[in-house]
């Protein structure tokens, strides 16, 4: 195979996400990366979105694939400039949670394993959700993971305990219910939200999985709606989430949606795929069916 025909491949590393350094990560790309099939470039990100810049730039060069190495957040950012074109993304997760990359059976914190899926790879179309205020390629929605999100976003230590502490944190000194009315097609719900959250991948991340069958490829969102709950449940609840049974949770509601208006008020923080957004305006959802091209592993069939 000549030089004119290797593909492109853009890799964007953010060197800040997850709890593990990077800075071996250019050394075993060189390693295991497929020549034959590829030539790449590397570029790090310097600052919380340019590596949608990046991605733009890999478009407006005609790069083939352009590969997010980070967590949820770093996808988030590049998948942006990739909708719609012929730049497929490709994943090296190295964040904290990876829920994006689980649901594809990407390894996590592996550049060898996810290299292999890149190395053998083929091609498919997946769904994205679009707001008014980005897309999302994982989850999102607002409440207690929305208000965690942003004080997580200051921790110095990352990662599942870590994460855990300020959910705990949240729950017991900081948190209040979000009160909202919520249009989910044609259903309206009005109350004081403990969580809502709709899902374009199974995951919230750690392997949690709200919805297992959750599919990338089927035009839906799947959302769940937490009411309010004593702090003493939230051990059964994560032991449901760890069991990937959300659907023994007594307080949860669960949903099946193509558009979602939420009628927020002034005080609405919202997570999209793990980063803290603050809106006053009213948010919208649209699932877009088959969006963007996504590098996957060639066996890999349900997505």
């Known amino acids: 195979m000549d030089t004119e025909t290797k593909k492109k491949v853009m890799f964007i590393i953010n060197p800040i996400s997850g ?3 990077k800075k071996n990560v250019p050394e075993k790309i060189a390693r295991y990366i497929d020549y034959v099939q590829f030539d790449y470039t590397i570029r790090f990100t310097q600052y919380a979105g340019h590596a949608t810049l990046i991605a733009q730039q890999a478009v407006e060069e005609h790069y083939d694939i352009c590969v997010a190495i980070g967590g949820d957040g770093s996808i988030n950012e590049v998948a942006q400039s990739l909708v719609g074109s012929d730049t497929a993304l490709g994943v090296i997760p190295y964040g904290s949670g990876n829920g994006f990359a689980t649901h594809l059976k990407i390894p996590a914190r592996d550049v060898k394993g996810a290299l292999e899926v890149l190395n053998n790879s083929k091609i498919v179309k997946i769904d994205l959700v679009k707001s008014n205020l980005r897309y999302f390629v994982s989850n999102a929605g607002f409440g207690i993971d929305s208000s965690v999100a942003r004080r997580f976003h200051h921790h110095k230590l990352r990662g599942l305990a870590s994460y855990a502490w300020a959910v705990l944190k949240e729950l017991l000194f900081y948190f209040q219910p979000f009160h909202a009315v919520v249009e989910i097609d044609d259903v309206t719900l009005e109350k004081d939200f403990f969580l809502f959250t709709a899902f374009n991948a199974n995951q919230y991340g750690y392997d949690y999985a709200v ?5 990338m490829k089927d035009g839906i969102m799947d959302v769940i709606v937490l009411n309010h709950f004593p702090v003493w449940k939230l051990f059964w609840i994560v032991a449901c989430l760890v069991m990937k049974r959300a659907d023994l949770i007594k307080e949860a509601e ?16 919202y997570q999209f795929d793990g980063d803290s957004v603050i809106s006053h305006e009213d948010v919208t959802f ?18």
């Open 254 to 269: 669960s949903y099946r949606a193509k558009r979602i208006v939420i009628h927020g008020n002034k005080k609405m923080v």
């Open 211 to 215: 919805f297992p069958f959750t599919s």
């Open 286 to 303: 649209d699932i877009i069916p088959q969006c963007i091209n996504m590098v996957v592993a060639k066996g890999l069939n349900s997505y």
């Open 19 to 21: 709890v593990y350094k």
